[in-house]
């Protein structure tokens, strides 16, 4: 009699929760040209940093050593070179991606209990990106932000919200914005964001 071994199983994929509502391809009034770009990120690692009162510049000094982005004093400053980026959103307060992982371990070696807290938001958060000529119209809609360039340079981010749907926005680019939301509001969020792109015509990437 020979003996049958069972396949090696194979943990799941990871799925994003946009998944039944991320339709590839060019959608809504594109007659004449796409001015929207939706896609999704999805960074390796998500953290959310928070500094003790006085200790703001020695957390700044630790993302300077993991990430090698300057950043300066303050909230809302941010940078990203496209691998990895980071902004803050409140006074001592930031939110730091990278496309790898382990992120959060990197920090812990860093920033001390005496310093800050380190949470890792990395199964917590879908990032969205929007890209395009008309993306500061289609933020718009959501949000009451000035999001022309002088009031909201590249790097800077933003902290708001979106009925009951929280957001931190960072622009990465003259006409791009990163969009961290929540993991259980992204796809609602996701089909709202669709919806505002078709009078201009998206295309999803």
Not at 11 to 37: C, D, Q, R, W, Y
Not at 156 to 161: C, D, I, K, N, Y
């Amino acid at each position: 009699m020979v003996e049958r071994q069972s396949p090696e199983r194979k943990p799941p994929e990871h799925l994003s929760p946009l998944e039944p509502e991320f339709h590839v391809g060019s959608h809504g009034n594109f007659e004449h040209g796409v001015e929207i770009i939706l896609t999704e990120t999805r960074p390796g690692s998500i953290v959310q940093l928070a500094a003790w009162p006085g200790e703001e510049k020695k957390l700044i000094s630790a993302i300077h050593t993991v990430t090698g982005l300057a950043l300066p004093d303050g909230a809302g400053g941010g940078a990203s070179d496209g691998v990895k980026s980071v902004f803050g959103f409140a006074p001592g307060k930031f939110t730091v991606a990278d496309e790898a992982e382990e992120l959060a371990a990197a920090f812990a070696k860093l920033v001390t209990p005496a310093i800050g807290t380190i949470t890792d938001l990395s199964h917590g958060r879908t990032v969205i990106r929007i890209a395009g000529p008309k993306a500061e119209w289609v933020l718009a809609k959501f949000f009451a932000i000035d999001f022309s360039l002088p009031a909201f340079p590249v790097g800077v981010g933003r902290s708001t919200a979106h009925h009951d749907v929280f957001a931190q926005i960072q622009r990465t680019g003259a006409d791009q914005f990163d969009i961290y939301v929540f993991r259980s509001f992204a796809r609602s969020f996701w089909k709202a964001l669709c919806h505002a792109s078709e009078e201009v015509g998206y295309e999803v990437q």
